[in-house]
């Protein structure tokens, strides 16, 4: 018996998750669309990496096809948010998305989302529910032939659907703030080599040994402490040991200071 949990049905492969119970279930959401009387430009039909999702997903474009629902099949596995995504974008009436989620690897599943692009409710799942049950019971003729099924696709009324259809939004958006953060990077290097070449030949010069060591104390101080931390973490070690460490720590930032101090001395007037 297919039966629906979190907006979706999720079965063992081979047992209960069949390509014959996936048509079925297939065109039990086809008559629930049809009876329901749901507007949208056809149903968004998406897959993820899991045995044989691809191959279900295809199965459930032909059924949809012959019951002369649009099918946007996607050239690929996706994310859920993508199929998501693509549904609103389309104005589809909804999606069924063959994932299994956090379930074992033996597992499949099909899910059905809403126009909205959300789960379905489970009083959606529940008539999805019913006309799948009526469809088994009555022995609905759901073997849709490979070649009726290519005749259909090859009429238009299944589409593909490119594998993610938010790569353009993404790359419009990494490539604009890619760019953005290196006209800000290149402009702040500039300015900060314009500032050490002036403070290099002006008065301040003295100063720029202290800064750089400084700096690389800091640097020295933060590596020496995520060091403790780690090695803390991977051996457990005791408390004393870890305040050895600390001490260690501090005596490097220490010969840093004391060092730079003395440069600054020696520095010529």
């Not at 909804?94 to 597992?107: D, L, R, V």
């Not at 070449?197 to 020496?224: M, N, S, Y």
């Not at 780690?230 to 490097?252: I, K, M, S």
Request: aromatic residues 8%; contains cysteine.
């Amino acid at each position: 018996m297919i039966k629906f949990g979190t907006s979706g049905w999720r079965g063992i492969i081979g047992e209960d998750f069949t390509f014959d119970n996936v048509r079925i279930a297939s065109q039990g959401i086809a008559n629930y669309l049809r009876k329901s009387g749901q507007k949208g430009s056809g149903v968004v039909v998406a897959y993820d990496t899991r045995f044989l999702s691809e191959k279900f997903a295809l199965e459930a474009a032909r059924i949809l096809a012959f019951n002369d629902i649009q099918a946007y099949l996607c050239t690929r596995d996706v994310p859920t948010p993508v199929a998501s995504f693509e549904t609103v974008r389309r104005k589809a009436m909804g999606a069924i998305n063959f994932t299994a989620s956090h379930n074992p690897p033996e597992y499949n599943g099909l899910k059905f989302s809403t126009s909205n692009g959300a789960p379905a409710l489970p009083e959606i799942t529940k008539q999805i529910e019913d006309e799948i049950n009526k469809v088994a019971a009555t022995g609905q003729r759901v073997d849709v032939e490979e070649k009726h099924a290519q005749v259909l696709i090859g009429q238009g009324l299944a589409e593909a659907v490119p594998g993610n259809p938010l790569d353009d939004v993404i790359n419009k958006q990494v490539t604009g703030l890619v760019e953005g953060m290196t006209r800000g990077l290149d402009s702040a290097i500039q300015d900060a080599l314009k500032r050490f070449k002036e403070a290099q030949e002006g008065a301040r010069r003295h100063a720029v040994p202290l800064l750089f060591r400084l700096a690389v104390g800091l640097v020295a101080l933060l590596l020496v402490q995520m060091g403790i931390g780690e090695l803390q973490y991977r051996t457990h070690l005791p408390w004393w040991l870890v305040l050895v460490h600390v001490a260690v720590a501090a005596a490097v930032w220490g010969w840093t200071v004391v060092l730079a101090a003395l440069l600054r001395r020696a520095a010529p007037a």
